[in-house]
């Protein structure tokens, strides 16, 4: 790393740090990105568990910033696979010369505002120290793994693993037990590939989930062709809808629908694949018996689809769909019609330990030679609160965040000064696809920046009453929807102690948009800059 004075010191070299750098080079700003693994990619780089891939198609889930990048680049299923997107996270970091503003392998531990100079002084976990004047947090939302305290996990033989930190050489578990504890997306994702591979598979679950099908397979060319043909209508049509993802959604309510018109619906979307399950009717997120009606229909295809009536049973989900981030899978209900899949129902008592040899549950020892951790995150807040971050009197983000996040806009914290989060707690993030966000939210930035230059100022920092009122708005339109009333990582449920707060903006991509936006043309409007 040379020199240790920048413009801007940015966090993570996932696509919101890789982005952030390329635009702020191109304003001529000094920047410098801090990543804690060994190469560019952030979620891609660490989710390398068998089978993990976005849900959001591959045409859509990717930069859009650069239409050279978006024409020259050729996606090859209709879902992109994790090391696809990974390449592409290369490949963007070598048509833009990223990497020689990128320092790998390095752990940012602490960033702490020193208010007489209005700059970051930035720790690392080898030792160095950079000072900037802005610092840009692009550490991502799921990307601080939940690792639940078990007891006797330390006493384990065999190997443990964690979906979101996958051995860059692979696993092979042929002629392996294999014990999987989750059932989230990435169990989801990897327990149909692992379930063909293991001598043995147990899965255990806690709570069921929803998953719909993904009917992944090659991209067709032809699609290919034509949204290339006219991207930029593709795009404007995804960033009109609230989840910033081209969906056909339908306002009817569901209520309203005959239940011969309903199974219609539902089957089309299931037949589709993928998210557009949940736009079958307007109101699914909004009233209960909406909701159940889609619920009860996913549950008639459990029942469909596994044969043993008793584990279709199990794997049903009672609560609310669309609650928990929903899944989109390749074949995970009909996995536990294998003879070597054994689903474990821990709903009723956690498991009680883990042993020398295994997983103990619900009275029985099961005897394993691999633990997969499919657990998830300690989403939206985990990654920021794991660095010591210290705005001005000393004041530590986690007490700030004591009881739940609180930023205005999700992009930027009272009394952190020249401090920015990207897709932050208080944004759509994770509600949204998360690319064109975080475009979104690196244009912002860099918009914000410009600005401060331009007038000469050292200093933005938004008010307390302008984050009040976000905070108060943001838990508002939450209550609204169906999505806070469950226990998901989106309410923080996931993690013992954590405040129940609804953390992403639920308000919608474009309505977002358009209040960032108001913000800037009022003069950065519930800002203080100086
Ligand atoms: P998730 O969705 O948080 O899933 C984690 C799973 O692990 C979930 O089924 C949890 O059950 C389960 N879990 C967590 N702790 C335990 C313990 N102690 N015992 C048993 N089971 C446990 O994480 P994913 O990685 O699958 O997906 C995260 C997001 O990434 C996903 O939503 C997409 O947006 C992409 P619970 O439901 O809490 O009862």
Not at 148 to 171: C, D, K, M, N, Q
Not at 271 to 286: C, I, P, R, S
Not at 316 to 339: A, H, M, Q
Request: net charge neutral.
């Amino acid at each position: 790393m040379s020199g240790t004075d920048f413009d801007v010191v940015i966090v993570g070299a996932g696509f919101a740090g890789m982005y952030m750098l390329h635009r702020l080079r191109g304003m001529g700003f000094s920047a410098r990105v801090l990543e804690a693994g060994d190469g560019v990619g952030g979620t891609w780089y660490w989710n390398r568990y068998p089978g993990a891939r976005c849900d959001v198609e591959s045409m859509q889930y990717s930069f859009q910033f650069s239409d050279e990048l978006q024409q020259q680049w050729n996606w090859s299923e209709r879902y992109a696979p994790q090391p696809e997107i990974l390449r592409y996270a290369n490949h963007v970091a070598d048509r833009f010369d990223l990497r020689r503003d990128i320092t790998f392998n390095t752990r940012v531990t602490s960033a702490a505002f020193d208010e007489a100079a209005d700059r970051w002084i930035i720790e690392t976990a080898g030792g160095a120290t950079l000072s900037a004047r802005f610092c840009v947090m692009a550490t991502g939302c799921l990307s601080a793994p939940n690792k639940p305290t078990i007891e006797g996990l330390e006493s384990f033989r065999g190997a443990v693993y964690h979906t979101g930190e996958w051995p860059h050489e692979g696993v092979d578990f042929s002629g392996k037990r294999v014990g999987v504890i989750g059932t989230g997306s990435s169990a989801i994702q990897s327990i149909p590939i692992m379930a063909r591979q293991a001598a043995q598979l147990f899965v255990f679950q806690r709570t069921p989930n929803y998953t719909v099908p993904a009917h992944n397979g090659p991209l067709d060319p032809a699609y290919q062709k034509a949204v290339k043909a006219d991207y930029a209508r593709l795009r404007a049509r995804a960033k009109s809808n609230p989840g910033g993802i081209d969906l056909s959604f339908n306002d009817r309510s569901a209520l309203s629908a005959t239940p011969e018109e309903r199974r219609r619906e539902y089957e089309a979307r299931w037949a589709e694949g993928g998210f557009a399950f949940m736009g079958a009717f307007g109101d699914l997120m909004f009233v209960q018996e909406a909701n159940d009606t889609a619920a009860d229909f996913v549950r008639g295809k459990i029942r469909e689809i596994v044969k043993d009536p008793a584990v279709a049973e199990a794997l049903s989900p009672r609560n609310v769909i669309g609650c928990k981030r929903l899944c989109v899978d390749t074949g995970y209900w009909e996995t536990f019609n294998r003879p070597n899949v054994t689903l474990v129902d821990v709903s009723d008592r956690p498991i009680e330990a883990i042993t020398a040899t295994g997983v103990r549950a619900n009275g029985r020892d099961y005897e394993l030679d691999a633990i997969v951790f499919a657990t998830g995150f300690d989403a939206m807040t985990g990654a920021l609160l794991r660095i010591d971050i210290r705005g001005v009197h000393g004041q530590a983000l986690k007490d700030k965040w004591r009881e739940g996040p609180k930023s205005y806009l999700g992009l930027a914290m009272a009394g952190f000064p020249n401090l920015f989060t990207i897709t932050g707690p208080g944004s759509p993030s994770v509600l949204t696809n998360m690319l064109p966000s975080i475009e979104q939210h690196v244009d912002w930035i860099a918009d914000c920046l410009a600005y401060l230059r331009r007038q000469g100022l050292k200093r933005v920092e938004p008010s307390r009453e302008a984050e009040e009122a976000w905070v108060a708005h943001a838990r508002d339109v939450a209550g609204i929807s169906l999505r806070a009333t469950c226990s998901s990582w989106y309410v923080g449920a996931n993690i013992p102690g954590k405040p129940r707060v609804f953390m992403p903006y639920i308000g919608g991509f474009p309505a977002y948009v358009q209040k960032c936006q108001q913000v800037v043309a009022n003069g950065y409007e519930g800002f203080t800059v100086a």
